[in-house]
C-alpha cells in the first residue's frame, strides 16, 4: 500500500516528538523564571541563525529546480526568514538590544549548531528529505515559540509587537501547510524520499534541543540554583 503524504508527515511528527522536559529554557519563561539575559541571547543568536538558515533554505531551492513543489516550499521558508528578521529586531529591542549589542556579541556554539548543520543538509542532502526533517521539528518549535509568546506575555511585560517574532513561529501552517504536503507528495512521487529523512529528522531535533538549552544553561549562569 503506497503511504500517502500526510500520513508520511504525521509519522515523522509523531517519531520525533521531542520527549517531555527536554526543552529545559521554555518551562521558565512559562514560569516566570528566566532572566531576561536569556531571552536576550536568544535574540542575538537569532540573527545569526536567519541569516544562515535564509541562504541554506535558497540554496535547497535552487538545487530543487527539477520539482516545483519542493522548491516553491523552500522559497517560501527563504521568504519567511526575511519576515522573522524584520520581527526579530522588535524583540531585541524589548529586550534592551541596540544595534552595538548585536554586531559585538559572539556566539555559543550550543546555539549555531543548529544552523551549521541545516547548512550541511542544504550541500548534502536530498532536498525532499530535508522537507520531511524540518517540517517535523517544525511542530516542535511552533509549539515552544507559542509557549514563549504566552510567558513573555505573561510574566515580563511583553508586547504583541515584542512577541511577534514568537507569534510567526508559533502559526500552524508552518507545521502542516499546503506547500509542506505537496513537497512531500512530489519527494514520494519521484523517488526522492527515503528513510535518510528519518536520520535527518532525529538530529535536528537533537540541534533543537541543542539550542534551547544552551540557552537554559544561560539562565542558570544568571540565576544559578541554591
Known sequence: ?????????ESAVRQLKPPAG????????????APLTAVAVL???????????????????????GEPAI?????????????????????????????????GYRPRAGCQAYPAYLAWLALN?????????????????????AAMSRG?????????????FFDFFAQPELGDGERALAAVRAGIDSGQLTDAADRYGQLVLAYELMFW??????????????
Open 125 to 145: 542532502a536530498e532536498p525532499a528529505n530535508v522537507v520531511l526533517a524540518l517540517v517535523a521539528n517544525f511542530v516542535a518549535w511552533g509549539e515552544y515559540c
Open 43 to 65: 535574540a542575538l543568536e537569532q540573527y545569526r541563525i536567519i541569516d544562515s538558515d535564509r541562504r541554506a533554505f535558497l540554496h535547497l531551492a535552487q538545487r530543487s529546480s
Open 71 to 103: 522548491g516553491t516550499f523552500f522559497t517560501a521558508m527563504a521568504d519567511g526568514e526575511y519576515i522573522a528578521m524584520t520581527r526579530l529586531h522588535h524583540l531585541a529591542t524589548a529586550c534592551g538590544l541596540d544595534e552595538a549589542a548585536v554586531r
Open 213 to 226: 538549552n544552551t540557552l537554559a544553561d544561560v539562565a542558570a549562569e544568571q540565576h544559578p540554583p541554591h
Open 1 to 9: 500500500m503506497t503511504v500517502t503524504a500526510a500520513e508520511r508527515l
Open 152 to 164: 513573555l506575555r505573561e510574566h515580563y511585560g511583553f508586547t504583541a509587537r515584542a512577541c511577534g
Open 22 to 33: 527536554a526543552n529545559r529554557l521554555v518551562p521558565l519563561v512559562v514560569a516566570g523564571r
